[in-house]
């Protein structure tokens, strides 16, 4: 067993055992459990940390090789000359432009208003101001598939919170 990658071995251990930690120790001390909920409010927390584990672990199996690498006919001037092609291709550019100022600009005041839409307004209202305004600020020109994102995603978070979860927002 070979390290391809030491830095994926040491994170994918350290996400696994908090992972286990978060799991077994923090969550079940944590989440008080009521005997009339129908899902209890520790079922989203242990689906995100059993995701990560998963993760961890594909992390780890990636991280690691049965074969060796096969360093043969590489010299040391060809490694050094790769890393200083590879360092000059991400200093090529040092700043932003002014278009990705302003997109930024433009998909926080989105995210600010459709938080105040949400507060103020109707949350129905926020959601399509959102999800709109972030499509336009992105980049989509195709309004059927603006309209399509949009319409589906409120209809999948409506049956998810109102038919599958039972609860109400607003």
């Known amino acids: ?69 096969n360093n043969k006919g590489v010299k040391d001037t060809d490694i050094e000359d790769a890393e200083t092609n590879f360092a000059s291709l991400i200093n090529i550019r040092s700043g932003f432009t002014l278009i990705e100022i302003r997109r930024v600009f433009f998909l926080l005041s989105t995210i600010l208003i459709s938080i105040l839409l949400f507060t103020y307004v109707d949350v129905l209202l926020a959601s399509i101001f959102l999800i709109i305004g972030s499509c336009i600020v992105c980049g989509l020109k195709k309004i059927w598939i603006i309209g399509s994102l949009s319409f589906s995603l409120i209809i999948l978070a409506y049956f998810l919170l109102y038919k599958v979860l039972g609860t109400a927002i607003g």
């Open 1 to 69: 067993m070979f390290v391809v990658s030491k830095s994926d071995l040491i994170a994918s251990i350290v996400l696994f055992l908090i992972g286990v930690i978060f799991y077994f120790i923090i969550i079940p001390q944590e989440i008080v459990l009521e005997d009339e909920a129908v899902l209890g409010p520790d079922l989203l927390p242990n689906i995100c940390i059993l995701l990560i584990i998963f993760l961890s672990a594909l992390l780890f199996f990636k991280s690691i090789s049965k074969d060796k690498p």
